[in-house]
C-alpha cells in the first residue's frame, strides 16, 4: 500500500514536471530566438553593471570582530565563526568564516611541508578555468594563490606566512577581490 502511494506521488510528479516541459518548449522557432537574444542582452547588462553592484556591496558589509584559537577576524553579519575541524573541533589553528556551508572562508596554520603539499594538491584538483593571482599584501601578509571556477562556483587558494606561521586559506564561494574576502583578509590578526 504504501509503495503504491509513493509510485503513484512519483509518477504524478514526473507527468507535471513534463507537463510543464512541454510547456516551455512550446511557440515558434523565432519566439525561441528572440527569447534567447533577449536572455543574452539581459546577461549582458547585468554583467556590465556587476561592478557597481559589488562597490555598494562592499560599502554596506557589516560585522564585528571575534576570536577563536590563534585567529582574530571580522565576521560578516548573519555569518558564523566556526573554530577547528572535521577531525579536531578544538584544534585551534584553523577557523572558518561561514555564510553556509557552500560559502566561506577557511583559515589554516600549517607547517611548511604540510602548507606546500595542501596547496599544491589544491591547485593540482580545482583546475577549472584556474587563474594565477598575482601577489598581493594584505593585512601585512603576502599572499600568493590562485582562483578557480566560475561565477556560479567561484574559489580561491592562498598561500603567506607572518611571524614564522605558515597560512593557507581557501575561499569557497567568493573569488579573491570579493567585498567578503578583503573583510575578512583584512581584518585578520594571529596571535
Do not use: H
Amino acid at each position: 500500500m504504501k509503495m503504491s502511494v509513493i509510485a503513484k506521488t512519483a509518477a504524478l510528479m514526473i507527468a507535471a514536471s513534463m507537463t510543464l516541459g512541454l510547456a516551455a518548449c512550446g511557440g515558434s522557432d523565432s519566439s525561441s530566438k528572440s527569447t534567447a537574444e533577449s536572455a543574452a542582452e539581459s546577461a549582458a547588462e547585468s554583467a556590465a553593471e556587476a561592478p557597481a553592484e559589488t562597490e555598494s556591496k562592499a560599502e554596506e558589509l557589516k560585522g564585528a570582530e571575534q576570536s577563536w584559537g590563534n585567529f582574530t577576524v571580522n565576521v560578516p553579519d548573519g555569518w558564523k565563526l566556526k573554530g577547528g575541524d572535521v577531525l579536531d573541533e578544538s584544534n585551534p589553528d584553523k577557523v572558518a568564516v561561514k555564510k553556509s556551508d557552500f560559502s566561506y572562508i577557511e583559515i589554516k596554520i600549517e607547517k611548511e611541508e604540510v602548507q606546500k603539499q595542501q596547496y599544491e594538491y589544491n591547485k593540482k584538483t580545482y583546475t577549472m578555468n584556474q587563474k594565477d593571482l598575482p601577489a598581493t599584501t594584505i593585512a601585512g601578509i603576502e599572499w600568493n594563490g590562485f582562483e578557480y571556477g566560475n561565477e556560479l562556483n567561484p574559489g580561491y587558494e592562498l598561500y603567506g606566512s607572518s611571524n614564522g606561521k605558515f597560512l593557507r586559506v581557501s575561499g569557497v564561494g567568493f573569488t579573491f577581490d570579493s567585498a567578503q574576502t578583503k573583510f575578512v583578509l583584512e581584518s585578520l590578526k594571529l596571535k
